[in-house]
């Protein structure tokens, strides 16, 4: 079975400050993707940021970057220079070539004025 | 605006009944996928549709059920509603040039169930 799992339910930020977003992520596929959403409180799901599991370069847009590790089935979001606009809830997931989507349990981020 | 539509928005209902969750994806994506959304828990996956055919089913009770129709577009039927069937229903569409698009979410139908 795919499991995707965000051990931090909860995380809190300074503004202009870095913060790292756990994900964990169990598969015996050898291809697929990987994906941050938001959810913000408007409720629409955006991506954030994606990242393909053959690509060893981790993903980055903008503020946002991933730390990809494979092996150990590892796929953390670091938000830098966090702004307001970034409280939400994140939520990992992951795709296998069938489109199938699995997603996390998500983490509430709030940043701190 | 993602391009998915989701009607309706808000739904209130009593135990028992049974409702439709209407979507219509993005332009040309033949892919629909249902998400259920709990309280304090994540997006479960119920089901998703290619071109009209089951591809995938998750945790869907058989209570569930989905079609996607010939112009694309899906409704979930939900019936003999329980307490616990209240949630936020999320229809999304993916592209449909191969794997690893992201996929388009609606903004959800809000179901209650008294």
């Known amino acids: 079975a795919q499991t995707v799992t965000q051990s931090q339910p909860e995380m809190s930020v300074q503004e202009a400050e870095t913060v790292t977003l756990s994900c964990t992520y169990d598969?015996?596929?050898?291809?697929?993707?990987l994906f941050w959403y938001k959810q913000p409180p408007s409720r629409q799901m955006i991506l954030v940021i994606r990242?393909?599991?053959?690509?060893?370069q981790n993903a980055t847009e903008n503020r946002f970057s991933v730390n990809f590790q494979k092996a150990a089935k590892s796929f953390s979001l670091k938000i830098s220079d966090s702004q307001l606009g970034d409280a939400a809830m994140y939520f990992c997931?992951?795709?296998?070539?069938?489109?199938?989507?699995?997603f996390g349990t998500g983490t509430s981020l709030t940043v701190i004025p | 605006d993602s391009g998915v539509t989701q009607t309706p928005k808000h739904l209130i209902t009593a135990t028992g009944q049974r409702v439709t969750l209407r979507c219509s994806p993005r332009s040309g994506d033949l892919s629909v996928y249902w998400y259920q959304q709990s309280l304090d828990q994540g997006l479960q996956f119920l089901i998703q549709y290619y071109n009209g055919e089951e591809r995938a089913k998750g945790n869907i009770l058989e209570r569930f059920s989905a079609q996607q129709f010939p112009d694309l577009h899906s409704e979930l039927n939900l019936s003999s509603l329980e307490l616990g069937d209240s949630a936020l229903y999320f229809c999304?569409?993916?592209?449909?040039?191969?794997?690893?698009?992201?996929?388009?979410f609606g903004e959800g139908s809000r179901l209650t169930v008294l």
């Open positions: 997931a992951w795709s296998n070539t069938g489109n199938q989507f699995y």
């Open positions: 999304a569409s993916s592209e449909t040039s191969g794997w690893g698009g992201e996929l388009f």
């Open positions: 990242q393909e599991a053959y690509k060893q």
């Open positions: 598969t015996s596929e050898s291809d697929y993707y």
